[in-house]
């Protein structure tokens, strides 16, 4: 089979480039919430810079000068220009505010699994991947009565789901048993 490098090259860099759009659209229209761990970087303002800052049960975080502030839904835009604006107000002229996330929230994994509970979430996670950090599933355990509730639709019906569906912070995965 003769390949043309420079075609072949091109491929891979036009496959790469449509992977990393999409993961980084997921990531900016990721919304913040209870349990995730952020940092905070005000550019030349180290007293009002966090290194590290965990969102409340409430969804909100303490910020030096401002107090509390809720933050829950925000994306990290949203909340580097929120802050902007905040700190514009009376403290600084030209603040330049980065918001990264460091550590999500948990998800849950439920039912026919060899240890329920919750876990740290990580990019990629798959309702396969979910259940083997829960121990695999349990010999009662019926793979295809796989329910997933999301975090963002809690008044939505368990949906089915199978093993290569994405997870996301907050989600619930729920193992059923099988008749047999």
């Given amino acids: ?30 919304k913040i919430g209870p349990g995730d761990l952020l940092s905070i970087h005000v550019f030349g303002e ?48 030209k603040p330049e505010v980065t918001v990264s996330i460091l550590q999500y929230r948990m998800f849950y994994v439920h039912g026919e699994v060899k240890k329920p509970g919750g876990y740290s979430y990580v990019d990629g996670l798959t309702v396969q991947k979910g259940i083997a950090l829960a ?12 329910n997933l509730i999301r975090e963002d639709n809690p008044d939505e019906e368990q949906k089915s789901v199978d093993l290569n569906t994405k997870v996301k912070p907050g989600d619930i995965i729920i193992v059923g048993e099988s008749l047999f």
């Fill in 1 to 30: 089979m003769n390949f043309n490098i420079p075609l072949a090259a091109t491929l891979v860099m036009a496959l790469t480039l449509v992977v990393s759009a999409s993961y980084g659209q997921e990531k900016e229209n990721y």
């Fill in 46 to 93: 180290e007293d009002l810079s966090l290194s590290e800052v965990r969102i409340s049960g409430s969804g909100a975080i303490s910020f030096p000068l401002l107090g509390e502030i809720n933050v829950m839904g925000m994306t990290s835009k949203e909340l580097e220009d929120h802050l902007t604006k905040l700190l514009i107000d009376g403290y600084l002229k």
């Fill in 135 to 146: 121990g695999g599933f349990t010999e009662r355990a019926s793979e295809s009565k796989i």
